[in-house]
């Protein structure tokens, strides 16, 4: 008898849109994944990467890519061995335990993730401020929004996006600054689209790039990198000259505009023009649609955030709407679209080192004090913790003698890579608490197995503020626990060391438990969900404040903001540029960008979504200029690293512009330390959020003697191994870069690789990791000096080795994977007739 196939209305783990999903399993295994029509934020319809979430959770990948069991060994260059819980957390709570004793406890730390649920983040949370005792707990959201966090602080008095989705359906003009909604929030971008289409609503797009967003603008302002500051300031100034400003409600609800106006009024609208180049009409035609709008509403993310002035980009924006009266109506308002699936949860939660549960500051001795009453300790640490990038340059020098990294991968994501591998190689004990093998479990000293979508409940914030219900559908393998209990255990066992009186208050029967308790302290403040539970969240989503039993869709409909005195504030902003310029050493800025069907480091996503080979693109001027063409192979240096990269031309890029997607670290680019090697880390002075959108680089092109490039069709059961052997085969060279294909049923690898010389054993060894049989035909082409090794099963084309002594002699390896991916009848076919598209270019 077939197994009943069973449906679980959940959450998508990946962007911030928040989307409903319902996860279909038969007995123990996730099956698939449709939308939930009933959720608001996304009425059934899921991007490609909600729609293959199954594909991540299939027996395969659970066997080959997660992890399992409590692993643990005694010195770095040691092989893991298994451990059972109670041992993992004895060894955890003794290290912990001594650190505190001897060097106090802010010598520990704890680095969480926008990726956790809310009951995760509040466990975690009270473990390091009541148990600990240190406010050292920071989390990977600090690369992503906290800019934002304190724009709206600045601004509107508190952390809280005043929008629902539906304005994006309502706003007469869009304004998406620093963001790309097409790739990065597919379905909210395509309610943005649909809605234009029915009502003819404007859409103003400010990107350096001409992005798959900004393509479907009325009005593209392709800026200089780093000059938002100077565009949001003219655009503003233009509304001033031209009366387009609402002088009544700048005089009814908000202060300080005098003073912002003078200093806007001293950026002349030429000089703006001419910092930006963006053109003078441009700027004055964005600001008349934005001002002019019945409703108008903007969109941000990355691109104002992640920058040295990312707060000041934020709270720019902001004034925009203040400044217009564009705020607390239907389709109006300053929108933050958050790139984690609940970095909201973690703001709203306190956990990152600059806030503290229900939007309390602890800097302010009065929320110390009440939470230090709600958790009934002496006191909550009045020390200030340490951010993401000062919690690792602490680790590096040596102050820092443990940390626990749980769901996320800082040996990946963080920048300045060469500095945090320091750092975690100085480390005296490494925590990683995580569901996917990734490139930080490999440094750790403990390895806990961790549950992860599908297998965990709990609640979730979207960037509407939108709280939802993330369920299991099936068990955990092996002995992976859910995040929220593997922090409560470990605080029961350090409790135990160090303070047994609170050892009882980490006991919780559920994540339903956590939350009860967690909501008390959101009672009274601009997030209120006091009596807000589970049975009401499983009736559909709510937006918070939950008051009188019923959710807010939009903040400050009244005009009475979070301040003191209930007036918006117009913030004094500094303008400037980014913190390094581009020199005459390195001529380009590099930005970092995303794909539509790739997640961040592609632990889970690249299980199952296609990840071409990383490459660096460059507008073409720029390349002639340089003298290089498009896939020669360059060296890519900052000033914090470098990177050996193909060029790709993209007309997409203004001139002296570069960008590198941002999923790649040294899993895909074996034998480097990812695209991170390159990204810096000046910080924005009040949100401490690094600038990755803006990297100084030079380009030098290299010459290596041997250039080759595996490309074959494996089984998807078959990749995990496969690209494991290749990391580690690939690893010495000069150059190399993994990637991955799906295409209907077919899937496999693509490798590419250069060298100073030509590497035979590893020639032998991509033959095997790609079933090419020693007895493939071979194509050894005498006029060109190519060679190509052809594996052909049952009449299709399986797999093909080039290599060359150029770049050029691997460019025709997208052809092959067509050739493989179409599944064509090639058994008729003669050698010649195969390569005889790539013969006829040589
Ligand atoms: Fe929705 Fe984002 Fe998930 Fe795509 S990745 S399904 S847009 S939540």
Redesign the pocket.
């Given at each position: 008898m077939t197994t009943p196939l069973t449906e679980t209305r959940s959450?998508?783990?990946?962007?911030?849109?928040?989307?409903g999903?319902i996860v279909q399993a038969r007995g123990e295994q996730i099956v698939g994944v449709r939308?939930d029509p009933d959720h608001p934020?996304?009425l059934g319809?899921?991007?490609?990467?909600?729609?293959a979430?199954h594909l991540t959770a299939t027996p395969a990948v659970i066997a080959q890519a997660r992890l399992h069991t409590p692993q643990v060994r005694a010195t770095r260059d040691a092989a893991f061995t298994p451990t059972n819980w109670e041992t993992a957390l004895a060894t955890a709570a003794d290290r912990f335990a001594a650190a505190i004793r001897e060097h106090g406890p802010d010598s520990v730390a704890f680095y969480v993730s926008g990726q956790l649920l809310t009951e995760d983040y509040y466990v975690f949370n009270k473990l390091a401020r009541a148990l600990v005792g240190t406010n050292n707990i920071d989390s990977n959201s600090r690369l992503c929004m906290s800019s934002a966090v304190v724009g709206y602080k600045l601004t509107l008095g508190a952390d809280a996006p005043p929008c629902s989705y539906e304005d994006v359906e309502l706003a007469d003009c869009v304004f998406v600054a620093g963001a790309n909604p097409a790739l990065?929030?597919?379905?909210?971008f395509g309610r943005l689209l649909e809605a234009r289409r029915r009502r003819g609503s404007k859409l103003i797009v400010a990107d350096p790039r001409v992005s798959e967003t900004a393509l479907a603008a009325d009005l593209h302002l392709q800026l200089a990198p780093g000059t938002d500051l100077y565009l949001l300031t003219a655009l503003l100034g233009v509304m001033l000259r031209d009366g387009l400003v609402n002088e009544t409600f700048i005089a009814s609800h908000t202060t300080g505009f005098a003073a912002l106006a003078a200093q806007v009024r001293a950026l002349p609208l030429a000089e703006a023009a001419r910092i930006t180049r963006v053109p003078a009409a441009a700027i004055e035609r964005a600001a008349r649609w934005f001002a002019g709008a019945q409703s108008s509403l903007s969109l941000w993310c990355q691109g104002l955030n992640q920058s040295s002035h990312g707060s000041d980009n934020s709270a720019a924006l902001i004034h925009l709407h203040l400044a217009c009266g564009q705020i607390g109506r239907a389709g109006t308002g300053p929108f933050s679209l958050t790139g984690q699936?609940n970095a909201m949860g973690g703001r709203e939660t306190g956990s990152m080192a600059t806030l503290l549960p229900g939007h309390r500051d602890p800097a302010d001795p009065a929320d110390r004090a009440a939470l230090a009453r709600f958790w009934r300790v002496g006191a909550v640490p009045a020390n200030p913790g340490l951010s993401a990038v000062e919690l690792f340059d602490a680790c590096r020098q040596g102050r820092i003698k443990a940390l626990w990294v749980a769901c996320t991968n800082p040996a990946q994501s963080m920048p300045m890579q060469t500095s945090v591998r320091a750092a975690l190689a100085t480390l005296p004990f490494l925590v990683v608490q995580e569901a996917f093998a990734t490139e930080t479990t490999a440094l750790a000293d403990l390895i806990l197995p961790a549950a992860t979508w599908g297998e965990r409940s709990g609640t979730m914030s979207?960037s509407e503020r939108r709280i939802s219900l993330s369920r299991a559908a099936v068990a955990p393998p092996g002995q992976a626990r859910p995040d929220w209990a593997i922090a409560a255990a470990f605080a029961r066992a350090l409790a135990a060391r160090i303070a047994p009186e609170l050892a009882p208050r980490f006991m919780w029967s559920s994540p339903r438990a956590v939350f009860d308790e967690y909501k008390q302290l959101t009672a009274g403040r601009d997030l209120d969900i006091a009596t807000l539970d589970y049975a009401r969240l499983a009736l559909g989503p709510v937006s918070w404040p939950y008051i009188n039993r019923s959710g807010t869709e939009r903040l400050y409909t009244d005009l009475r903001f979070a301040t003191p005195d209930g007036r918006a504030r117009f913030a004094a902003i500094a303008l400037r540029g980014a913190a390094a310029a581009t020199d005459s050493h390195r001529p380009i800025a590099l930005t970092t960008v995303r794909l539509r069907d790739q997640?961040h480091g592609a632990s889970r996503s690249g299980t199952a979504l296609p990840l071409a080979p990383a490459a660096l693109e460059l507008a073409p001027a720029t390349a002639t200029e340089l003298g290089l063409a498009d896939d020669d192979l360059v060296r890519v240096t900052s000033a914090h690293g470098e990177l050996i990269l193909p060029l790709r031309l993209s007309h997409t890029l203004a001139p002296g512009l570069a960008s590198l997607t941002l999923h790649q670290g040294e899993r895909w680019l074996p034998g480097s330390l990812g695209i991170n090697a390159l990204t810096g880390a000046a910080l924005d002075p009040l949100a401490r959020q690094p600038e990755l959108k803006h990297v100084p680089v030079g380009l030098t092109k290299i010459e290596l003697a041997w250039h080759g490039a595996l490309v074959t069709r494996l089984a998807a059961d078959q990749i995990a191994p496969a690209l494991t052997a290749l990391r580690a085969g690939l690893a010495p060279l000069a150059h190399a870069a993994i990637g991955v294909f799906a295409a209907g049923e077919q899937t496999g690898l693509i490798a590419l690789a250069a060298h100073h010389e030509r590497p035979p054993a590893l020639l032998l060894e991509l033959a095997t990791i790609g079933a090419i049989s020693p007895a493939a035909p071979v194509l050894n082409d005498a006029r060109s000096g190519r060679s190509r090794v052809l594996q052909i099963s049952a009449g299709r084309l399986a797999g093909v080795i080039l290599e060359g002594s150029c770049r050029a002699d691997l460019a025709a390896w997208p052809l092959y994977q067509k050739l493989i991916t179409s599944g064509a009848d090639c058994s008729a076919r003669s050698l010649r007739e195969l390569f005889a598209p790539e013969l006829a270019g040589s």
């Amino acid at each position: 008898m077939t197994t009943p196939l069973t449906e679980t209305r959940s959450t998508c783990p990946y962007c911030g849109t928040g989307c409903g999903v319902i996860v279909q399993a038969r007995g123990e295994q996730i099956v698939g994944v449709r939308g939930d029509p009933d959720h608001p934020a996304n009425l059934g319809k899921l991007c490609p990467k909600g729609q293959a979430l199954h594909l991540t959770a299939t027996p395969a990948v659970i066997a080959q890519a997660r992890l399992h069991t409590p692993q643990v060994r005694a010195t770095r260059d040691a092989a893991f061995t298994p451990t059972n819980w109670e041992t993992a957390l004895a060894t955890a709570a003794d290290r912990f335990a001594a650190a505190i004793r001897e060097h106090g406890p802010d010598s520990v730390a704890f680095y969480v993730s926008g990726q956790l649920l809310t009951e995760d983040y509040y466990v975690f949370n009270k473990l390091a401020r009541a148990l600990v005792g240190t406010n050292n707990i920071d989390s990977n959201s600090r690369l992503c929004m906290s800019s934002a966090v304190v724009g709206y602080k600045l601004t509107l008095g508190a952390d809280a996006p005043p929008c629902s989705y539906e304005d994006v359906e309502l706003a007469d003009c869009v304004f998406v600054a620093g963001a790309n909604p097409a790739l990065a929030h597919p379905v909210l971008f395509g309610r943005l689209l649909e809605a234009r289409r029915r009502r003819g609503s404007k859409l103003i797009v400010a990107d350096p790039r001409v992005s798959e967003t900004a393509l479907a603008a009325d009005l593209h302002l392709q800026l200089a990198p780093g000059t938002d500051l100077y565009l949001l300031t003219a655009l503003l100034g233009v509304m001033l000259r031209d009366g387009l400003v609402n002088e009544t409600f700048i005089a009814s609800h908000t202060t300080g505009f005098a003073a912002l106006a003078a200093q806007v009024r001293a950026l002349p609208l030429a000089e703006a023009a001419r910092i930006t180049r963006v053109p003078a009409a441009a700027i004055e035609r964005a600001a008349r649609w934005f001002a002019g709008a019945q409703s108008s509403l903007s969109l941000w993310c990355q691109g104002l955030n992640q920058s040295s002035h990312g707060s000041d980009n934020s709270a720019a924006l902001i004034h925009l709407h203040l400044a217009c009266g564009q705020i607390g109506r239907a389709g109006t308002g300053p929108f933050s679209l958050t790139g984690q699936p609940n970095a909201m949860g973690g703001r709203e939660t306190g956990s990152m080192a600059t806030l503290l549960p229900g939007h309390r500051d602890p800097a302010d001795p009065a929320d110390r004090a009440a939470l230090a009453r709600f958790w009934r300790v002496g006191a909550v640490p009045a020390n200030p913790g340490l951010s993401a990038v000062e919690l690792f340059d602490a680790c590096r020098q040596g102050r820092i003698k443990a940390l626990w990294v749980a769901c996320t991968n800082p040996a990946q994501s963080m920048p300045m890579q060469t500095s945090v591998r320091a750092a975690l190689a100085t480390l005296p004990f490494l925590v990683v608490q995580e569901a996917f093998a990734t490139e930080t479990t490999a440094l750790a000293d403990l390895i806990l197995p961790a549950a992860t979508w599908g297998e965990r409940s709990g609640t979730m914030s979207n960037s509407e503020r939108r709280i939802s219900l993330s369920r299991a559908a099936v068990a955990p393998p092996g002995q992976a626990r859910p995040d929220w209990a593997i922090a409560a255990a470990f605080a029961r066992a350090l409790a135990a060391r160090i303070a047994p009186e609170l050892a009882p208050r980490f006991m919780w029967s559920s994540p339903r438990a956590v939350f009860d308790e967690y909501k008390q302290l959101t009672a009274g403040r601009d997030l209120d969900i006091a009596t807000l539970d589970y049975a009401r969240l499983a009736l559909g989503p709510v937006s918070w404040p939950y008051i009188n039993r019923s959710g807010t869709e939009r903040l400050y409909t009244d005009l009475r903001f979070a301040t003191p005195d209930g007036r918006a504030r117009f913030a004094a902003i500094a303008l400037r540029g980014a913190a390094a310029a581009t020199d005459s050493h390195r001529p380009i800025a590099l930005t970092t960008v995303r794909l539509r069907d790739q997640w961040h480091g592609a632990s889970r996503s690249g299980t199952a979504l296609p990840l071409a080979p990383a490459a660096l693109e460059l507008a073409p001027a720029t390349a002639t200029e340089l003298g290089l063409a498009d896939d020669d192979l360059v060296r890519v240096t900052s000033a914090h690293g470098e990177l050996i990269l193909p060029l790709r031309l993209s007309h997409t890029l203004a001139p002296g512009l570069a960008s590198l997607t941002l999923h790649q670290g040294e899993r895909w680019l074996p034998g480097s330390l990812g695209i991170n090697a390159l990204t810096g880390a000046a910080l924005d002075p009040l949100a401490r959020q690094p600038e990755l959108k803006h990297v100084p680089v030079g380009l030098t092109k290299i010459e290596l003697a041997w250039h080759g490039a595996l490309v074959t069709r494996l089984a998807a059961d078959q990749i995990a191994p496969a690209l494991t052997a290749l990391r580690a085969g690939l690893a010495p060279l000069a150059h190399a870069a993994i990637g991955v294909f799906a295409a209907g049923e077919q899937t496999g690898l693509i490798a590419l690789a250069a060298h100073h010389e030509r590497p035979p054993a590893l020639l032998l060894e991509l033959a095997t990791i790609g079933a090419i049989s020693p007895a493939a035909p071979v194509l050894n082409d005498a006029r060109s000096g190519r060679s190509r090794v052809l594996q052909i099963s049952a009449g299709r084309l399986a797999g093909v080795i080039l290599e060359g002594s150029c770049r050029a002699d691997l460019a025709a390896w997208p052809l092959y994977q067509k050739l493989i991916t179409s599944g064509a009848d090639c058994s008729a076919r003669s050698l010649r007739e195969l390569f005889a598209p790539e013969l006829a270019g040589s």
